[in-house]
């Protein structure tokens, strides 16, 4: 009976302990969030005692959040590549960026609306709003409407 009891209580400090260490928000995943710092290391696993294997020196980058444990968040990059980041150093803030080739930026979502701007592969911008074909953005000082298909950072089910 006392054994019994013991692996009972070994049984329920082995879920709790184990829940903890994989504790999550209540966010969706995965996600897209922003990489907010000026430089973030992306470490190999979820913690200071990882080697750090590559350091992101782009802010406003958008990374796809597939797993989460404590503070860290195991992210994937445009390039599909991923590692574990702390949550410091991400944003919700939504951002896109410009993929495939360049893209002509347009005052309205509809294809034959004016330019706006040229905007090249790999610039990023502020994610405002979408239709289901195109999403507005805004890069440096300008606002248009680009296409779903161009863009990283968004799912294309998702609306915004």
Not at 106 to 135: I, M, W
Request: with cysteine.
């Amino acid at each position: 009976m006392v054994v019994i009891r013991l692996l009972i209580i070994v049984t329920v400090l082995i879920c709790f302990f184990s829940s903890a260490a994989h504790a999550r928000t209540n966010l969706k995943l995965p996600r897209f969030v922003t990489v907010k710092a000026p430089e973030a290391n992306v470490r190999s696993g979820p913690g200071l005692r990882y080697r750090i294997e590559w350091v992101m020196v782009r802010p406003d980058m958008p990374v796809e959040v597939i797993a989460e444990n404590k503070q860290w968040r195991r992210i994937k990059d445009i390039q599909g590549d991923e590692g574990w980041i702390h949550r410091s150093m991400l944003s919700n803030r939504r951002t896109v960026v410009i993929t495939g080739t360049a893209q002509i930026m347009r005052k309205s979502s509809h294809k034959d609306s004016a330019p706006v701007a040229r905007v090249e592969v790999g610039v990023n911008g502020s994610l405002l709003s979408c239709t289901q074909t195109a999403c507005r953005v805004a890069v440096n000082d300008y606002k248009g409407w680009i296409s779903r298909e161009s863009l990283w950072g968004i799912y294309p089910e998702e609306s915004n």
